[in-house]
């Protein structure tokens, strides 16, 4: 993060300097330092630096709760999208959205387990959609919200 800070340093804000945005969205992209991505998504960046850090593998778990805290709407789609998530994790995080986009989102995760699934569907947030689309990732008729 300190090479990321010295390059930013002569900019006032940083993310309005093409050139400082270029290496932020680089060292999001394809660092392999799980300490300069954390560091990363908690400098004041851009959605897409964050995005960019959520489908980055080297990010740790505790990052993408972090980007998921900082936006569940836009967020939640590029992390559980990851297939190299446990089904824990997506728990966890299915267990704090409130946001119905992500919860939606987070419906169609490739590593959420039955469990997961169904408690979104049964979400009071959710939208008919995400029932609609348990149901078809479980293989049943549709869902019963009540």
């Given at each position: 993060?300190?090479?990321?800070?010295?390059?930013?340093?002569?900019h006032?804000?940083?993310?309005?300097d093409?050139?400082?945005?270029?290496?932020?969205?680089c060292?999001?992209?394809?660092?392999?330092?799980?300490e300069?991505?954390?560091?990363?998504a908690?400098?004041?960046?851009?959605?897409?630096?964050?995005?960019?850090?959520?489908?980055?593998?080297a990010?740790?778990?505790?990052?993408?709760?972090?980007?998921?805290?900082?936006?569940?709407?836009?967020?939640?789609?590029?992390?559980?999208?990851?297939?190299?998530?446990?089904?824990?994790?997506?728990?966890?995080?299915?267990?704090?959205?409130?946001?119905?986009?992500?919860?939606?989102?987070?419906?169609?995760?490739?590593?959420?387990?039955?469990?997961?699934?169904?408690?979104?569907?049964?979400?009071?947030?959710?939208?008919?959609?995400?029932?609609?689309?348990?149901?078809?990732?479980?293989?049943?008729?549709?869902?019963?919200?009540?």
């Amino acid at each position: 993060m300190t090479a990321i800070a010295q390059h930013a340093a002569p900019h006032p804000h940083p993310c309005e300097d093409p050139h400082a945005v270029q290496i932020l969205l680089c060292t999001a992209q394809f660092s392999d330092d799980a300490e300069v991505l954390d560091e990363l998504a908690r400098f004041a960046v851009t959605a897409l630096v964050l995005r960019k850090i959520a489908h980055n593998p080297a990010t740790t778990e505790h990052t993408l709760e972090h980007l998921i805290e900082l936006d569940q709407r836009w967020l939640t789609f590029a992390v559980t999208r990851r297939r190299d998530l446990s089904p824990a994790f997506i728990e966890r995080i299915a267990r704090r959205l409130t946001d119905r986009n992500a919860i939606f989102h987070a419906s169609s995760a490739p590593n959420g387990s039955p469990e997961t699934l169904r408690y979104l569907a049964a979400h009071p947030s959710a939208p008919p959609a995400t029932a609609e689309t348990v149901a078809q990732r479980l293989g049943t008729g549709p869902l019963s919200v009540a």
